[in-house]
Structures are given as structure tokens and as C-alpha cells.
């Protein structure tokens, strides 16, 4: 699977952004798509995710109610929208793949889109 992630960029404090993800997988296969995120001097964050189907998604508790994750299986990709950014969302954030539960652990990543936003 190779990921391609797109949509970062700097935005003001309440503003709004959307990324993007391109996923080229195997004909027939099947795989979780999420959104992980990496402050300077903080661990990785899943930050949200969603199943093959689409029917079922979860999100760090500190975004919910301001990103929505969705996914087009038809066009292979997965986009987060970010709505009321805060200054501690600044990260870098990366798409990532994997087979069996969407909190498992995700094999495959994509390359990183910064997301600054500023105060």
C-alpha cells in the first residue's frame, strides 16, 4: 500500500484546513485508513480513524466535534477535515493503513503534511 497525503499548510487560530490521501492498495484488498499526527517532543497520535466499510470511525478526544474523517473507496482516498484549529493541532500528520482494527497498529505510512496553526 503507498499513501500519498496532501492539504497541509499554515492557517489562523479557529481556521480550517483539509487533508487529503491518495491510497494505492491491491485490487480486492482491504484496509483501515487513518490520521496520526507528531508534535516536536510529543509521541504519535492517532487521530483519527476509519474502517474499509466507512461504518465506523474514531477520534482522539481532543478533536471531536471539530475533524470529520471520510473516506471515497471509489477514488482510493481519505480526507480529514479540521475545522477550529487550535494551536496545540500543529503537527505533522500522516495517512496510514492497516488490516484488522482500526486502533491496531498501522503498517503502512504515508510521507508527512505540515499543519501549522498559529495564535
Known amino acids: 500500500v503507498q499513501l500519498q497525503a496532501s492539504g497541509g499548510g499554515l492557517v489562523q487560530d479557529g481556521g480550517s484546513l483539509r487533508l487529503s490521501c491518495l491510497a494505492s492498495r491491491p485490487p480486492d484488498s482491504i484496509y483501515n485508513l487513518g490520521w496520526f499526527r507528531r508534535a516536536p517532543g510529543k509521541d504519535d497520535e492517532l487521530v483519527a480513524a476509519i474502517d474499509w466499510s466507512g461504518s465506523a470511525t474514531v477520534y482522539l478526544d481532543s478533536v471531536k466535534g471539530r475533524f470529520t474523517i471520510s473516506r471515497d473507496n471509489a477514488k482510493n482516498t481519505v480526507a480529514l477535515q479540521m475545522n477550529s484549529l487550535k494551536p496545540e493541532d500543529t503537527a505533522v500528520y500522516y495517512c496510514?493503513?492497516?488490516?484488522?482494527?482500526?486502533?491496531?497498529?498501522?503498517?503502512?505510512w504515508g510521507q508527512g503534511t505540515q499543519v501549522t496553526v498559529s495564535s
Open positions: 496510514a493503513a492497516n488490516q484488522g482494527s482500526i486502533r491496531g497498529i498501522y503498517k503502512f
